[in-house]
């Protein structure tokens, strides 16, 4: 099994910025990609970035690219999430995410079977 623990949530005005942390820990051979999903009161849950830890090949939901970076600490098994100019809309709680199904594609809550316990993200405008 893989565990996670997401941290590094808070409230930000319009415009701030947070980074999130993942630390992973358990079965490693199952924590080939890592991702982060978020989900607003009311909304599906949407995936956001996704990194393979190997390559550092990664991706990102159209919402976000070009102002949220996602990272990796190889030696501390962590996923990061740079989340630059926040806009209200980004408010939700963030999941870190892993353990792959490669039948499904990343942005697909079908295609993790890990999930954390998620940190809160709140900006307001």
């Known amino acids: 099994q893989v565990q996670l623990v997401e941290s590094g949530g808070g409230s930000v005005q319009a415009g701030g910025s947070l980074r999130l942390s993942c630390a992973a820990s358990?079965?490693?051979?199952?924590?080939?990609?890592l991702a982060w999903f978020r989900q607003a009161p009311g909304k599906e849950r949407e995936g956001v970035a996704a990194?393979?830890?190997?390559?550092?090949?990664?991706y990102y939901a159209d919402s976000v690219k070009g102002r949220f970076t996602i990272s990796q600490d190889n030696a501390k098994n962590t996923v990061f999430l740079q989340m630059n100019s926040l806009k209200p809309e980004d408010t939700a709680m963030y999941y870190c995410?892993?353990?792959?199904?490669?039948?499904?594609?990343?942005?697909?809550?079908?295609?993790?079977?890990?999930w954390g316990q998620g940190t809160q993200v709140t900006v307001s405008s």
């Open positions: 995410a892993a353990d792959r199904r490669a039948a499904y594609a990343w942005t697909s809550i079908r295609a993790y079977n890990a």
């Open positions: 358990g079965y490693t051979n199952r924590m080939d990609q």
């Open positions: 990194i393979w830890r190997g390559s550092g090949m990664s």
